[in-house]
């Protein structure tokens, strides 16, 4: 059953954005089971553009998810990322991507702990 998985547009992506800002991201606010996993990916710059950044977040008791998109590229994210362009373009090719994600998290390929975000000490 992997066609259920579902997004959200409303709370999640808002969680998605505190967890660019150092937070946890908790509990999952709709299904009150799940503990919230994430993910982030820096895109390269190899098409002019800009770096662009996305981070995912989803519960996978409930599978829904939400994502934190055009975010600016976020140097204190330390983890290496188990994911190259290449990869991530062929695992968006089979959507949603998220069961995918969640799939690496199981594996321990994503890490289940948000880096210190050094802006959020200061405060
Ligand atoms: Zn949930």
Request: proline content about 7%.
């Amino acid at each position: 059953m992997d066609d259920d998985w579902m997004r959200d547009w409303g709370k999640l992506d808002d969680i998605a954005y505190n967890v660019c800002g150092g937070q946890s991201p908790g509990t999952c606010p709709i299904c009150m089971i799940g503990e919230l996993r994430f993910y982030y990916h820096a895109f390269k710059s190899n098409l002019g553009l800009s770096p662009r950044c996305a981070l995912w977040v989803w519960c996978s008791h409930c599978r829904r998810g939400g994502i934190a998109h055009g975010i600016g590229a976020m140097s204190w994210w330390e983890w290496a990322d188990p994911l190259d362009e290449v990869k991530l373009a062929e695992l968006r090719k089979d959507p949603p991507l998220t069961k995918h994600l969640n799939r690496m998290w199981e594996e321990n390929l994503i890490r289940h702990d948000v880096p210190t975000n050094p802006a959020k000490l200061k405060k």
